[in-house]
């Protein structure tokens, strides 16, 4: 990501997700991948859940990502995600989740046989 956070650039991950969000809520499908996304990230770099937060936090004058943005959801998501992480050791889950998306898309059981 190039400058998101002024002042915060150079030790933290921008995450855009398109639309906006001050009048119409993101789609299932984007947040399902917000959430294997920041997953990812977390198991990573070793991001606690904590550290996971809104631009509006790091950025003076922005209400992004938006009012209608279910902050509060995505935030239970992350933390099931990282409990059961934890609980599970290394999550197969989170590694299946990196092939899927080279794969754009294509479930593995819609492969051609
Ligand atoms: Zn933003």
């Not at 399902?32 to 198991?43: A, F, G, P, R, T």
């Not at 938006?66 to 197969?92: T, V």
């Not at 590694?95 to 794969?103: A, D, E, I, L, T």
Request: charge should be neutral.
């Amino acid at each position: 990501m190039g400058a998101h956070a002024l002042g915060v650039n150079p030790h933290s991950i921008g995450i855009g997700v398109d639309g906006n969000f001050e009048t119409k809520p993101p789609t299932a499908a984007q947040m399902n991948s917000l959430v294997k996304l920041v997953l990812e990230l977390m198991e990573k770099y070793h991001i606690p859940l904590d550290r996971v937060v809104p631009h509006r936090d790091v950025t003076e004058g922005t209400s992004c990502p938006g009012k209608l943005f279910p902050w509060d959801e995505l935030m239970q998501r992350l933390y099931k995600g990282e409990f059961h992480s934890a609980a599970a050791g290394r999550h197969r889950g989170i590694k299946q989740v990196g092939k899927q998306r080279q794969n754009s898309g294509i479930m593995p059981d819609q492969e051609e046989t």
